[in-house]
């Protein structure tokens, strides 16, 4: 009897630890821009589903990506890290294995963890193709249970990998994964075990693909590309509107977090037509505030009641966000994080930031922001420096370096100290006994041996006809430069 009531007693304990516990879904576009939501009334952009997902949970005016590239950004949101610690450069750059990352720590909280669409963390560029099973730098590798990924951006009738199986999908990209993503969260619903959802789109990156439905409200533009570009995002809010519906169907909603966010800064006019940045300067490349600054929205029915906020945060602060929630300690990250957790924003406004965000890019471009001041770094190591008063001028149009010495050596000093660490952090200090496994030269998928098996299957396909001759076995001449 006794031995009854104490499994009794250790079941109940455990469903009510998992029942405590949120499911986290974490979702991030490819290349949308500051302004390219219907909450900033973009001229011709509705999305109605985010802009439902704003109005109930934490929307962001200040919301920022580690990097103005992708692979960088997406390394951030899984170690907390500024990506270039990491040793994510730039896009196409690996995830170092000595990394301590967010779905590793989960697991051990008892989260089940998937990853659905864009991966490139795997050193691998060019249009997307299925991970393989054997890649060592696979979603398996870093604490995904679940994942059907492709290496770089996709579209339309998307070809992926689960776990390294090649699977043929019909649809619009963005649909593709979510409902994939959708049938993981139910199973492990089903299963009483809480999840974590990885949901990295495709788009609106290039080349621009989209279904006539989502074209025809964006006809009014000239450029072709631009209404497919439009019609992309049409399709992924579109998605989003299914993964909220599907957590309320499942009564699952109330206690789900869901962090949406784009992975850099908007695209430039010749491609968009429309202002992708909100007017903001500059564009994705940049460490300008066009370049970095991204929509963020954090929706969290149980915790978080609608607001805005103009509180600055960045995708460095996911993992110890996250981490805070679920109550696990420093020790599931590296010694030196840049990120901090923002769970205290949840519930009301906190007032100044403490930690400014430090921003370290391609080995070369650094940038602090502390509250309203960011410095930039035009190359490390340098005295070139720009400084502006985000508050006054978030367009970045009048540099103070010289107007504000005091702050500007304050925030000099800051940015010496950080890229001083970053310095340490690339050459594997922050490692036991500072050593690194890694794949350190990033390569064309086309270039892999483990890949030149699958070239027939690629061929005939429309997202790989840039590379033709490669896949026929022809070696391409290269470009003479001009004098």
């Known amino acids: 009897?006794?031995?009854?009531?104490?499994?009794?007693?250790?079941?109940?304990?455990?469903?009510?630890?998992?029942?405590?516990?949120?499911?986290?879904?974490l979702v991030m576009t490819?290349?949308?821009?500051?302004?390219?939501?219907?909450?900033m009334n973009?001229?011709?952009?509705?999305?109605?589903?985010?802009?439902?997902?704003?109005e109930n949970g934490l929307r962001f005016n200040?919301?920022?990506?580690?990097?103005?590239?992708?692979?960088?950004?997406r390394a951030s949101v899984l170690t907390g890290r500024a990506n270039d610690r990491s040793g994510v450069f730039s896009h196409g750059y690996a995830l170092r294995l000595e990394e301590k990352t967010l779905p590793q720590a989960l697991k051990k909280a008892g989260y089940a963890t998937g990853h659905f669409g864009k991966w490139h963390l795997d050193g691998l560029?060019?249009?997307?193709?299925?991970?393989?099973?054997?890649d060592p730098h696979s979603p398996g590798a870093i604490g995904f249970d679940e994942w059907l990924t492709v290496t770089n951006f996709f579209d339309l009738n998307p070809l992926m990998g689960r776990k390294g199986e090649f699977e043929e999908f019909k649809g619009d990209s963005s649909e593709v994964i979510v409902d994939e993503a959708v049938k993981f969260i139910k199973a492990q619903k089903e299963a009483n075990?809480?999840?974590?959802?990885?949901?990295?789109?495709?788009?609106?990156?290039?080349p621009f693909y989209a279904l006539d439905k989502d074209i025809k409200p964006f006809k009014s533009l000239k450029n072709p590309v631009a209404q497919k570009h439009h019609a992309e995002i049409r399709a992924m809010d579109r998605s989003v509107g299914t993964l909220r519906k599907a957590l309320r169907d499942m009564g699952i909603a109330d206690n789900t977090l869901i962090w949406f966010n784009s992975d850099n800064g908007g695209l430039k006019?010749?491609?968009?037509?429309?202002?992708?940045?909100?007017?903001?300067?500059d564009n994705k490349g940049s460490m300008y505030e066009g370049g970095i600054r991204v929509p963020g929205i954090i929706e969290w029915p149980a915790k978080i009641k609608g607001r805005i906020t103009d509180y600055p945060s960045s995708t460095m602060d996911i993992m110890p966000t996250i981490l805070d929630i679920v109550g696990l300690g420093s020790e599931n990250m590296l010694p030196v994080v840049d990120g901090i957790s923002i769970q205290p924003l949840f519930a009301e406004e906190i007032g100044k930031r403490d930690k400014p965000m430090t921003f370290h890019y391609a080995q070369t471009k650094a940038a602090v922001i502390d509250n309203n001041y960011k410095l930039l770094q035009m190359k490390v190591g340098t005295d070139k420096y720009e400084l502006y008063d985000l508050d006054k001028d978030p367009k970045e149009s009048k540099n103070l370096i010289s107007d504000l010495p005091e702050v500007a050596q304050k925030m000099k000093s800051q940015i010496n100290s950080f890229t001083a660490s970053v310095k340490d952090s690339i050459a594997g200090k922050d490692y036991?006994?500072?050593?690194?496994?890694?794949?350190?030269?990033?390569?064309?998928?086309?270039?892999?041996e483990e890949y030149k098996k699958y070239f027939d299957v690629f061929k005939d396909r429309v997202e790989y006809k840039r590379y033709q001759k490669q896949l026929s076995g022809e070696t391409p001449q290269k470009k003479k430069k001009k004098k």
């Open 432 to 448: 036991p006994n500072g050593i690194i496994h890694e794949r350190t030269e990033r390569k064309f998928w086309h270039e892999s």
């Open 1 to 25: 009897m006794y031995r009854l009531l104490s499994l009794v007693t250790f079941l109940f304990m455990t469903l009510s630890a998992v029942a405590d516990k949120p499911n986290i879904i």
């Open 125 to 134: 560029r060019g249009a997307g193709v299925p991970v393989l099973k054997d």
């Open 269 to 281: 006019n010749k491609e968009t037509e429309i202002d992708s940045v909100g007017g903001l300067r």
């Open 42 to 54: 973009h001229p011709l952009l509705k999305t109605p589903n985010l802009n439902a997902m704003a």
């Open 62 to 73: 200040r919301f920022y990506a580690s990097a103005p590239v992708c692979s960088p950004t």
């Open 193 to 206: 075990k809480p999840s974590f959802t990885v949901i990295w789109y495709g788009s609106p990156h290039n």
């Open 30 to 39: 490819d290349d949308q821009g500051w302004g390219q939501v219907g909450y």
